[in-house]
């Protein structure tokens, strides 16, 4: 079932206020296969909320995995069977290192907890028809990079897949992601892994590959500013045509249809301050780069956002 539904060597990374149904619908515009993540949606939340637009997906999503949160077993397997109706896979954020998130003991907090991360695994997989996935990282600490050993749990608890972030907790997103050490954990598991952490570009994703012998790269920060790069890199490995990155144009083209959406989607207030967040991918690489963002940060009418990127092409 799984490599059914696994067709690409590349996924779209889960971020949290990210990948939202705009930008899975862009990355989706170019990549046919690749697998799409959902934004990590927390249990609690889910639970006393239902979820609300979080959840929304267009028919074209597939194939999309959506990824909980949380710490209380019953709580995650209730969720992960409400959203049978939404997903093709189930995914379980066990490498999340935001603080507030491990000090609820989620996140990558669970690493520090293999038999509670196993429990959590148990009882998702036998709650729902899907395939179920576990995201982590090499380990909480550099003291404590127990990757390879918590992989193998969650594979006997059966997971069927896992995604591995290069990085430790305490790392965050900052350092070099230490591809090589992947490769340890693929040689003692047999369930498929991608991994993720610095693939930027069609190089990278192939250096990456080398160095972890991983089935698969996930994307995540790359995607930003570059919503071509997974359907590029995903090109390139299964064609070997290379395709370059987008212009400086083109990427403003982009930005200006991810601005137009989120308003349709948010608002227009909500939006365009929705969007503000990935200006510094968009729009970078000029002269003039830097004031050019302060300044267009500060305005928060889609229309004068439109005009200020328009005399960035008349340049």
């Known amino acids: 079932m799984i490599k059914d539904l ?7 990374a889960p971020m949290a206020g990210i990948t939202d149904y705009v930008l899975r619908s862009l990355v989706r515009e170019n990549s ?5 993540t959902t934004e990590m949606i927390s249990s609690e939340f889910l639970t006393q909320s239902k979820g609300g637009d979080i959840l929304e997906r267009a028919e074209n ?3 999309i995995s959506y990824q909980l949160s949380g710490h209380k077993p019953k709580m995650i397997a209730d969720c992960a069977k409400y959203l049978e109706k939404y997903a093709d896979m189930i995914d379980i954020n066990m490498g999340c290192p935001v603080n507030k998130v491990v000090k609820g003991t989620d996140g990558c907090a669970l690493m520090r907890n293999a038999d509670l991360a196993q429990e959590i695994v148990k009882e998702v997989k036998s709650n729902i028809n899907l395939p179920l996935s576990v995201k982590f990282r090499l380990g909480y600490t550099f003291d404590e990079l127990n990757y390879v050993e918590f992989g193998q749990k969650m594979q006997e608890a059966g997971a069927d897949f896992i995604t591995i972030h290069a990085r430790t907790r305490s790392q965050m997103y900052g350092g070099k992601a230490d591809w090589k050490k992947i ?20 190089e990278t994703a192939v250096q990456c590959l080398e160095d972890s012998e991983a089935d698969g790269v996930a994307v995540g920060r790359g995607a930003l500013g570059d919503v071509t790069l997974i359907g590029r890199i995903e090109k390139y490995l299964s064609a070997g045509e290379y395709l370059p990155p987008p212009t400086l144009e083109e990427k403003i083209e982009t930005l200006k249809d991810h601005l137009k959406r989120e308003v349709d989607l948010r608002g227009e207030n909500v939006g365009v301050k929705f969007c503000r967040k990935f200006y510094p991918y968009y729009l970078n690489g000029f002269q003039g780069a830097s004031k050019l963002r302060g300044e267009i940060v500060l305005i928060d009418n889609l229309k004068d956002v439109f005009k200020k990127l328009d005399t960035i092409i008349i340049r």
């Open 6 to 12: 696994i067709k690409s060597k590349v996924s779209l």
């Open 32 to 36: 046919e296969n690749a697998l799409l």
């Open 61 to 63: 999503h597939s194939p």
């Open 183 to 202: 490769a340890e954990l693929k040689h003692n598991v047999d369930i498929p892994v991608f991994a993720n952490g610095d693939v930027v570009s069609i």
